[in-house]
C-alpha cells in the first residue's frame, strides 16, 4: 500500500518530480507516482484520487505549472493533506503557479512548497508521517542532524581555503 501519491500533470514534470521521489525512496515511503492532468484527464484524475485514498494512501504531492489547477481539483476530490509543487514554465517562471497554488479558496486547503521545490515537498510529507511513526520520526531526526554536519564541513572547508 502507498502511503504518498504523487501526480503531475505532464511528464515533463518529472525531471522536477525526480527530486521527491528520490528523496521517498530514501526514507523507504511507499509511494505511487501518477500522470493525469486537471483539464485534460479530468474524471482519470479524480478516480485515481479517490482509489488512493479508498486504498489507504496518507498525502498526495501534486505538482503542475502555469494556471497550476491539478493541486486544487486533487484537494477538492479528498480529505487526505495534499502539498503543492508549482513549476516553473511559462512567461511568468512559476510566479502564476505558486499563486494559483496557495491561494486556494477556504475549506480547500492545499499546503505549498516553492517553485520547484519537489524535495521539500517529500519532506514535508516525511515529516507529516513521522507524526505517528517514532522509527520514521527519528530517521528526520538524524537526516536534519547529517545536514547540519555537512554544513559545518563544508564551512570548516571553506575557512581552510581562505587561510592559506
Do not use: C
Not at 145 to 158: G, S, V
Request: charged content about 20%.
Amino acid at each position: 500500500m502507498s502511503q504518498v501519491g504523487v501526480i503531475m500533470g505532464s511528464d515533463s514534470d518529472y525531471k522536477i518530480m525526480e527530486d521527491a521521489i528520490k528523496l521517498l525512496r530514501q526514507f523507504d515511503i511507499d509511494f505511487e507516482v501518477k500522470i493525469s492532468s486537471a483539464h485534460r484527464t479530468l474524471e482519470r484524475t479524480v478516480d485515481w484520487v479517490k482509489n488512493f485514498e479508498a486504498q489507504g494512501g496518507k498525502l498526495i504531492i501534486a505538482a503542475a505549472g502555469l494556471a497550476a489547477h491539478l493541486p486544487g481539483v486533487v484537494a477538492g476530490a479528498t480529505i487526505l493533506p495534499v502539498i503543492g509543487v508549482p513549476l516553473s514554465s511559462g512567461a511568468m517562471e512559476g510566479i502564476d503557479a505558486l499563486y494559483s497554488i496557495v491561494q486556494m479558496p477556504p475549506g480547500i486547503p492545499v499546503a505549498t512548497v516553492g517553485i520547484g521545490a519537489a524535495r521539500n515537498a517529500a519532506l514535508l510529507s516525511v515529516q507529516i508521517l513521522a507524526i505517528q511513526d517514532e522509527v520514521l520520526s527519528n530517521r528526520v531526526k538524524d537526516y536534519r542532524a547529517q545536514m547540519q554536519k555537512d554544513i559545518e564541513a563544508k564551512d570548516e572547508a571553506l575557512q581552510k581555503r581562505l587561510s592559506i
